[in-house]
């Protein structure tokens, strides 16, 4: 691998903070690689967006973000954008390739013994043909119930930065994902938002019987890391600093803390 080729970093990008989940996971597979973090908290929520418009906004962004950062690879860390845009990604920009983040609802069709999965997103994924083909394509055998969720979004980015959040709120909003009927019952439920595995242990304390609460995040990482080119030498290049952007240009006191708990340096 050329030193430009080793210097040139990953992109994760998410709507907020969601996407430190995957990132995470980002660093344990390739942790020779330098990462830019990509918050487009201008933008945030993308749940409110209208479809056309969040489309255009993401394309039109991703045309500075390449030009700056020259990507090897770009990985977006939502499945709200995933299933809306990937597609016109990789139409206008040929020459990075993209990594989605969609709803892992093949392995909860493959691990589920009830027959009853749930899948916890926001209503714009929920909504989308995209997430209903793979039910169509994946899961014709099972009970498959769609949970959009308006508020856990912000309820995990205000858990992550260690504000206080309402127990009796979120028990509330994850009550759709439990069901039963015959003596079955709902034994896999999808995180089908990069925020929502922040709340992961909230959610296994409030809920009404356990299950098994399927995180999307490893498999993105080894995805991205299948497409990168190997580094032929065996050698760690040396990088710069991981570094996170917000759109807003202005993030928080308690978000730039945690930024640097993540080991990147906001600019």
Request: proline share 6%; net charge negative; aromatic share 8%.
């Amino acid at each position: 691998m050329s030193e430009e080729t080793a210097d040139r970093p990953i992109i994760v990008f998410d709507s907020g903070i969601g996407g430190l989940t995957v990132l995470r996971e980002a660093r344990v597979l390739m942790p020779d690689r330098r990462f830019v973090y990509i918050a487009d908290d201008a933008g945030f929520p993308y749940g409110e967006w209208e479809e056309g418009a969040l489309c255009s906004r993401i394309v039109d962004m991703f045309a500075g973000l390449i030009a700056e950062h020259n990507p090897e690879i770009a990985i977006i860390a939502c499945n709200t954008a995933s299933t809306l845009v990937l597609d016109d990604l990789r139409e206008a920009y040929p020459g990075v390739p993209f990594v989605g983040t969609v709803p892992a609802i093949k392995p909860a069709a493959e691990r589920t013994s009830s027959g009853f999965v749930s899948v916890l997103a926001t209503p714009g994924t929920v909504k989308r043909a995209y997430t209903r083909d793979l039910i169509q394509s994946f899961a014709t055998k099972c009970h498959v119930r769609l949970v959009g969720s308006q508020n856990l979004a912000a309820m995990a980015e205000a858990h992550i930065r260690g504000d206080h959040i309402d127990d009796e709120a979120i028990a509330k909003e994850i009550a759709p994902c439990f069901y039963e009927k015959d003596g079955d019952r709902t034994d896999i439920v999808v995180l089908a938002c990069t925020h929502y595995p922040f709340l992961a242990n909230v959610f296994r304390r409030l809920a009404p019987w356990p299950v098994d609460w399927l995180d999307p995040a490893e498999a993105i990482a080894r995805r991205a890391l299948s497409l990168l080119k190997p580094n032929g030498t065996g050698a760690e290049p040396e990088h710069g600093d991981d570094i996170a952007i917000f759109t807003s240009g202005n993030p928080d006191f308690s978000t730039r803390r945690l930024m640097q708990g993540f080991g990147l340096a906001t600019v």
